[in-house]
């Protein structure tokens, strides 16, 4: 099988490229103290806007 070079994915991931604000870092660490998350345990939950995608 032939490698696709990986910029012919670029337009498959809608990115934000302007960075988490404080506020959105904020809202991920809310809900992770929050009984919502209560069963997420052990993970990394990245606040990034898609860019490990």
Do not use: C
Not at 16 to 36: E, F, H, I, P, T
């Amino acid at each position: 099988m032939d490698r696709v070079p990986e910029a012919d994915f670029d337009h498959v991931y809608a990115v934000n490229l302007k960075g988490a604000r404080a506020a959105m870092v904020a809202q991920a660490a809310a809900w992770l103290l929050s009984d919502r998350a209560s069963y997420v345990t052990g993970t990394i939950l990245p606040v990034d806007g898609g860019m490990q995608a």
